[in-house]
Antibody, heavy 121, light 106 residues
Framework: QVQVVESGGGVVQPGRSLRLSCAAS????????MHWVRQAPGKGLEWVSY????????YYADSVRGRFTISRDNSKNTLYLQMNSLRPEDTALYYC??????????????WGQGTVVTVSS | DIQMTQSPSSLSGSVGDRITISCRAS??????LNWYQQKPGRAPTLLIY???TLQSGVPTRFSGSGFGTDFTLTITSLQPDDFATYYC?????????FGPGTKVDI
């Protein structure tokens, strides 16, 4: 069955870096675009970033552009989010999510359980 | 970027009620509108995509409609399992955006 499992969260000081991973299984990872979505405590969902199936195209929310980098290793079925210059407002539960279909404009049909990032001094 | 709004922000219902949640986009998104359900402590799940297509396994009491900028999620007979927060999301651009959510409680 399809699974996406996030890891790499933790407590980090403002200005520091963290790398999240998302291990995928149960589907042909290299065929699907993937996303990162975050949810601050008690708040709604915020889309963070998208990477196309082949890794060529990446897109970012304005709130993270220039600080976060999305990437993927299709040989390892793994999605990454490199987060630099972290701010307290980046504190959230970070989900990875899979596109439902092969295109770029798909809904998200599978989500992981998330990994918590806390930015605090 | 496309902004999404939802109304109401919360609503109280009873088992068996018919409820409607509205979602509006700041510009046309054609039918690139999706609905998700999120229960406390859980990841969101896809209910409806392309405005009106039910995701596999989702009960038929859920339905969606709309095109362009205005969309609706309807639950025809509210069940205990439906008490949750519902989010709309546009997928008409590579920069996705979600509505602020509608919390449905008892």
């Amino acid at each position: 069955q399809v699974q996406v499992v996030e890891s790499g969260g933790g407590v980090v000081q403002p200005g520091r870096s963290l790398r999240l991973s998302c291990a995928a299984s149960g589907f042909r990872f290299s065929d699907y675009g993937m996303h990162w979505v975050r949810q601050a405590p008690g708040k709604g969902l915020e889309w963070v970033s998208y990477i196309s199936y082949d890794g060529i195209n990446q897109y970012y929310a304005d709130s993270v552009r220039g600080r976060f980098t999305i990437s993927r290793d299709n040989s390892k079925n793994t999605l990454y989010l490199q987060m630099n210059s972290l701010r307290p407002e980046d504190t959230a539960l970070y989900y990875c999510a899979k596109n439902r279909g092969y295109g770029d404009y798909e809904p998200f049909d599978y989500w992981g359980q998330g990994t918590v990032v806390t930015v605090s001094s | 970027d496309i902004q999404m709004t939802q109304s109401p922000s919360s609503l109280s219902g009873s088992v068996g009620d018919r409820i409607t949640i509205s979602c509006r986009a700041s510009q046309t998104i054609y039918n690139y509108l999706n609905w998700y359900q999120q229960k406390p402590g859980r990841a969101p799940t896809l209910l409806i995509y392309a405005a009106s297509t039910l995701q596999s396994g989702v009960p038929t009491r859920f339905s969606g409609s709309g095109f362009g900028t205005d969309f609706t999620l309807t639950i025809t007979s509210l069940q205990p399992d439906d008490f949750a927060t519902y989010y709309c999301q546009q997928s008409s651009t590579t920069h996705r955006s979600f509505g602020p959510g509608t919390k449905v409680d008892i």
